[in-house]
């Protein structure tokens, strides 16, 4: 099957984003992400590399952006408690399905149903803000919301990290086959192996990703097919 990679397929949705999704798929859909990201995502390393070494430094707060159904934001909050470190976690998503499921999940996250928008009217402030596949499902608009956004909700020596999909043929038909033995056990039900290629479809490459990030973010991609829009307050220039 031929999949054309060329462009941003930004016509096509993603499944889970229907508002008449079925539930008991979506939901597992929720379950299952813990899975992919894990394998996927590199949270792991982000942590290590990022987030706990500020936090040895004194208490932080991070911001999820997007978080579905919360599993990076009890991932790292459970990292931080098995290194006993001062870090609280608040996941946000705008959408009452993820966080009415994520909320049964606790994991010592709190969890709000919101836009960032609602945050900065409210001055609200964090030491991280980050996000885990979600600037691929925004408009030009809304990403550009999204960015501005993070900005203005993180403090002064903070950072932000929106980590995404970096679209290539390795990503499309490396998920496609490592996948594939799973569609009829593990992910069956869910929409987890249709949207992921919907999802690589749709996914910047890091030239598109730098064309339209506002003056002051950088543009980072990293082996196997992640990329990560990054900002900290040094980098925006006078």
Known sequence: MSVDLTLRAVSARELMDDPGADITMLERTYDRFSLVNAVVSRWRSVYRREIRPRARRGP?????????????????????????????VTALDADPRAIRWARERGGGVEYRCAHTSDLVAD??????????????????????????????????????LHR?????????????????????????????????????????????????????WQVNEEFPARLELRWEAGDAGP
Do not use: C, Q
Request: glycine letters at 14%.
């Open 60 to 88: 932080i707060h991070l911001l999820d952006v997007g978080a579905g159904g919360g599993d990076v934001s009890r991932a790292i909050a459970g990292w931080a408690r098995r290194d006993g470190l001062p870090i609280s």
């Open 123 to 160: 001055a609200e402030r964090f030491d991280l803000v980050v996000s885990n596949h979600l600037i691929h499902h925004l408009s030009g608009d809304e990403l550009t919301g999204v960015l501005d956004g993070s900005v203005a909700l993180v403090r002064e020596g903070g950072v932000v």
């Open 164 to 216: 995404d999909i970096a679209r290539s043929r390795l990503a499309y038909w490396g998920f496609a086959m490592g996948t594939a033995p799973f569609a009829k056990n593990v992910l069956a039900g869910s929409f987890i192996r249709e949207d992921g290629l919907i999802s690589i479809r749709r996914s910047f490459t890091r030239a598109e990703a730098a064309e339209v990030v506002p003056r002051g």
